[in-house]
């Protein structure tokens, strides 16, 4: 079992590298798993009906979101059918949509598990205690679980890591939008990274125009943020996995830049 997932999306330059890489990565990885953060996929806030289709349409098997879940007033038309799109589980009870859920690749099971973090974030639930209560009801019954932490601080995401280490097969981090270097698996048999990076304008600041983003780091003024258009870069993490146990065997970071020359 491998698991190939996409870090955050962003806007249309983000899908179009979705839609150069993925013919690539299915050639690469047949029988992988893809999975993809598509909060920001829209415009760079939230995401809408046709653009979940469209990435469905490439070959994404499961789309995680995040704090930017409600930007698009568009999700709360679909949000509750779409039984493979995941919200953070600890929104508060009642919000729309699912926190976790589960996909069938041929006769496996995944369950896929979204997370938000509270530091520097709004201060929802907390996400300790809401993963342990899905693993309560979920552990016995899966044994693959993926878990995408989408956080603010690093502390709070190695400490997620530390927490389901053993305990579920893989937590990568969203939201921060840069690829970190320590990728692991940790001693009891979890994938983990702090942040699996972005995949979007690879010449703005975070996705997002840097005129304006220099503009209000200079001038401290209000200023319209808007995602960036030109070339691209893509990341990602390949995550191999036991298939006695569920845990993590590897998890390799994916990196690739538009003009990047793909060699066989």
Request: proline residues 4%.
């Amino acid at each position: 079992m491998k698991i190939i997932f996409i870090g955050d999306i962003v806007g249309s330059v983000g899908r179009n590298a979705v839609k150069a890489v993925m013919p690539r990565l299915k050639q690469a990885h047949p029988n992988a798993v893809f999975i993809a953060n598509g909060e920001n996929a829209a415009a760079g806030k939230g995401i809408n009906a046709s653009i979940a289709r469209e990435l469905y349409d490439m070959g994404i098997q499961s789309l995680t979101m995040g704090n930017h879940t409600w930007d698009k007033k568009e999700i709360f038309d679909f949000i509750d059918q779409d039984e493979r799109m995941v919200r953070p589980a600890n929104f508060p009870a009642g919000t729309p949509g699912r926190g976790h859920t589960v996909i069938k690749i041929k006769d496996q099971e995944i369950l896929i598990i979204n997370l938000q973090g509270r530091t520097f974030l709004p201060p929802i639930d907390c996400p300790f205690r809401k993963v342990d209560e899905i693993l309560e009801n979920a552990k016995k019954k899966y044994k693959y679980i993926f878990v995408d932490f989408h956080a603010e601080a690093t502390s709070e995401k190695i400490a997620m890591g530390w927490h389901l280490d053993g305990r579920v097969s893989a937590v990568v981090g969203t939201h921060t939008h840069v690829q970190t270097n320590d990728n692991r698996v940790l001693p009891q048999g979890t994938a983990y990274v702090t942040d699996v990076g972005m995949v979007g304008p690879r010449d703005g600041v975070l996705g997002v125009e840097r005129t304006a983003v220099l503009q209000k780091f200079k001038t401290q003024l209000p200023v319209r943020f808007v995602t960036d258009e030109g070339k691209w870069h893509f990341h990602a993490v390949v995550i191999e996995l036991n298939d006695q146990t569920g845990l993590a065997k590897g998890i390799q970071l994916i990196r690739y830049e538009e003009d990047q020359v793909f060699l066989d």
